[in-house]
């Protein structure tokens, strides 16, 4: 193990699965482009502490559903490392606000697994890390942005290290539920074995697609059906911090 890659703070099964990622070139010019871009003074969210926040607070173990954004929000105090969230107390994001609304028509009846009568997100919460603990990784395929810049870090390397990630999901897990919302997310999920996988897919919950497919896709009483087959646990949706 080198240096760097001993450095690196990360769960510790997360770590395992990835560890040669950090010794690999493309990762040590990521690096270095990181360190470049402090000391150029720039604001990157999130915070360095919560860089890896998908993969901390779901083990390879538990992962039972993955889905993949883009990259960070860029506004000041949105990202915190989870795709989609923010955290509780921020503003919904309009793709955000979409989501909820899909879950909200999709499991309000107690006959899906997971689902209430009536059921809706709690008003004022925005975020997901009760799903990430449940089993739920929330995934960006970069992990860092710029203030103010979306896309900023895309093309630096965090597209090869979440490829691996996925990579890693397909290969040690069985079963897990994939949602793929939108072209960008079904391009990065294309490697997954759907023999052995549920994968999902729809339109991006963007405001400019979410009417094209989005809602009513029923991805998330879907996955639970799936998973209760399977003898899991549901996930519950409504669990929104």
Known sequence: MSAAADRVVLEASWKAALLAEFDKPYMQKLREFLLAEREARKVVYPRGSEMFAALDLTPVERVRVVIIGQDPYHGPGQAHGLCFSVRSGVERPPSLVNIFREIDDDMSDDGVPGGRAGGRVPEGKSCLASWAR??????????????????????????SFTDRIVEVIDREREGVVFMLWGSYAQRKGAMVDARR???????????????????????????????????HAPIDWFDVE
Do not use: D, I
């Open 197 to 231: 996988h549920l994968v999902l897919r729809a339109p991006h919950p963007s405001p400019l697609s979410a009417n094209r497919g989005f809602f009513g896709c029923r991805h998330f009483s879907s996955a639970n059906r799936y998973l209760v087959q399977r003898g």
């Open 134 to 159: 449940q089993g739920v990784l929330l995934l960006n395929a970069v992990l860092t942005v710029v203030r103010g810049r979306a896309n900023s870090h895309q093309g630096r390397g965090w597209e």
